[in-house]
């Protein structure tokens, strides 16, 4: 397996330039997402062709460009990805968009294969060896070793024949039709909210009202101290002991720092004067409270109006399934899915094309709709 590592600027600019003429590419990405450094740190990013060149895009070394950007973003190239969803969060994050996507996985549980992953699917159709899993490495480390670089390569090295292969086999049982649309709703689905901060960490809904303060309070204040040294945050405090520090009284820094959960950083005086100013200073507090306020404002439906809409969805799930199958239904309309629909009344969450087939058959009417996601 050949391929090229493009560490230079120019040079990276020149293969996007030409990789833009081509009409699908495989591509797949390696991102440091606060595991080993602070942010979502885009690292590597490797494209393949039709014709069997493989690039390897050092965007650490020759930074992050508009042509990278305009690349991903290109309508008239199909992207061809393995379990894309983590890969548009990261683009998403960085402020751009990967468009025009066709996603492995997905064809994958849509033909009906009994093992999605791509490592099974390489070696049950091409007889690919199995790779040691290195996706967890930091991709930060410069420079990449050998072995990282091959592992790199051969995640897009095999995914333009194999999306051939699936597309076949989802048309032979019928469902080539629901590839698009498919299509079109993971798109849709990774919207641009998912891409912005959230200072929440489960558990917070269980605490008081004061706690919920103090550990919107605290999170941004551990936030502050991850980026200043350049660290994921829970190196600069775990979840569980921001649930437990927000629910409890500190005077003094003596008090704060006998929690013997501390480290270096957040058992530091610098770190709790930086909480205990932000607990007494009213603006901050005020966004804290308008914070709740909205995530209580977007979670809150009558619970007669969200059975109904629960109910009309798991109707129209029961459909899917007569037309599709069950594996076919789940990929449009998942349970959590369903959860975020009833909740938030955004039917545009489902393609029109997964509507219009079903609609006839469960004998709805555009009122009907209104009505139930008004």
């Given at each position: 397996?050949?391929?090229?590592?493009?560490?230079?600027?120019?040079?990276?600019?020149?293969?996007?330039?030409?990789?833009?003429?081509?009409?699908?590419?495989?591509?797949?990405?390696?991102?440091?997402?606060?595991?080993?450094?602070?942010?979502?740190?885009?690292?590597?990013?490797?494209?393949?062709?039709?014709?069997g060149?493989i690039?390897?895009?050092?965007?650490?070394?020759?930074?992050?460009?508009?042509?990278?950007?305009?690349?991903?973003a290109?309508?008239?190239?199909?992207?061809?990805?393995?379990?894309?969803?983590?890969?548009?969060?990261?683009?998403?994050?960085?402020?751009?968009?990967?468009?025009?996507?066709?996603?492995?996985?997905?064809?994958?549980?849509?033909?009906?294969?009994?093992?999605?992953?791509?490592?099974?699917?390489?070696?049950?159709?091409?007889?690919?060896?199995k790779?040691?899993?290195?996706?967890?490495?930091?991709?930060?480390?410069?420079?990449?070793?050998?072995?990282?670089?091959?592992?790199?390569?051969?995640?897009?090295?095999?995914?333009?024949?194999?999306?051939?292969?699936?597309?076949?086999?989802?048309?032979?049982?019928?469902?080539?039709?629901?590839?698009?649309?498919?299509?079109?709703?993971?798109?849709?689905?990774?919207?641009?909210?998912?891409?912005?901060?959230?200072?929440?960490?489960k558990?917070m809904?269980?605490?008081?009202?004061?706690?919920?303060?103090?550990?919107?309070?605290?999170?941004?204040?551990?936030?502050?101290?991850?980026?200043?040294?350049?660290?994921?945050?829970?190196?600069?405090?775990?979840?569980?002991?921001?649930?437990?520090?927000?629910?409890?009284?500190?005077?003094?820094?003596?008090?704060?720092?006998?929690?013997?959960?501390?480290?270096?950083?957040?058992?530091?005086?610098?770190?709790?004067?930086?909480?205990?100013?932000?607990?007494?200073?009213?603006?901050?507090?005020?966004?804290?409270?308008?914070?709740?306020?909205?995530?209580?404002?977007?979670?809150?439906?009558?619970?007669?109006?969200?059975?109904?809409?629960?109910?009309?969805?798991?109707?129209?799930?029961?459909?899917?399934?007569?037309?599709?199958?069950?594996?076919?239904?789940?990929?449009?309309?998942?349970?959590?899915?369903?959860?975020?629909?009833?909740v938030?009344?955004?039917?545009?969450?489902?393609?029109?094309?997964?509507?219009?087939?079903?609609?006839?058959?469960?004998?709805?009417?555009?009122?009907?709709?209104?009505?139930?996601f008004?």
């Amino acid at each position: 397996m050949k391929f090229e590592y493009i560490q230079n600027k120019e040079d990276v600019e020149k293969a996007l330039n030409g990789l833009q003429k081509n009409e699908i590419v495989g591509l797949d990405l390696e991102f440091d997402n606060n595991s080993f450094s602070y942010g979502v740190n885009l690292c590597l990013v490797q494209i393949s062709t039709t014709d069997g060149n493989i690039y390897l895009i050092d965007p650490i070394s020759a930074g992050i460009s508009s042509t990278l950007m305009d690349f991903f973003a290109n309508q008239k190239i199909k992207k061809v990805i393995h379990s894309g969803s983590e890969d548009v969060f990261v683009i998403r994050t960085l402020g751009g968009e990967i468009k025009n996507l066709l996603d492995t996985e997905k064809l994958a549980k849509l033909a009906g294969e009994e093992k999605q992953g791509l490592s099974d699917l390489t070696q049950k159709y091409f007889n690919a060896g199995k790779m040691k899993d290195l996706q967890r490495s930091d991709w930060n480390q410069r420079p990449l070793s050998e072995e990282l670089l091959k592992y790199a390569a051969a995640d897009v090295d095999h995914i333009l024949p194999l999306a051939g292969v699936l597309e076949d086999r989802v048309k032979h049982i019928g469902l080539g039709s629901w590839i698009t649309p498919l299509m079109r709703t993971f798109e849709a689905d990774f919207n641009s909210e998912r891409a912005q901060k959230s200072l929440w960490v489960k558990g917070m809904n269980e605490l008081s009202k004061e706690g919920k303060i103090n550990g919107l309070v605290l999170l941004a204040v551990r936030e502050k101290f991850a980026e200043k040294n350049n660290v994921p945050p829970y190196k600069v405090l775990r979840n569980h002991q921001v649930l437990y520090l927000s629910d409890r009284k500190f005077e003094n820094f003596q008090s704060w720092k006998k929690h013997k959960g501390h480290n270096s950083t957040s058992g530091s005086k610098e770190f709790f004067e930086e909480y205990h100013k932000g607990l007494k200073d009213p603006s901050f507090r005020e966004r804290a409270k308008k914070t709740l306020e909205e995530k209580k404002q977007r979670k809150f439906v009558k619970p007669h109006i969200f059975q109904k809409r629960v109910s009309f969805l798991e109707r129209f799930k029961k459909q899917l399934v007569n037309e599709g199958g069950d594996q076919a239904a789940r990929l449009v309309l998942s349970k959590a899915k369903i959860n975020d629909i009833a909740v938030s009344g955004n039917l545009s969450r489902i393609d029109p094309f997964f509507l219009e087939l079903c609609y006839g058959s469960l004998g709805i009417k555009d009122s009907d709709l209104e009505q139930i996601f008004q």
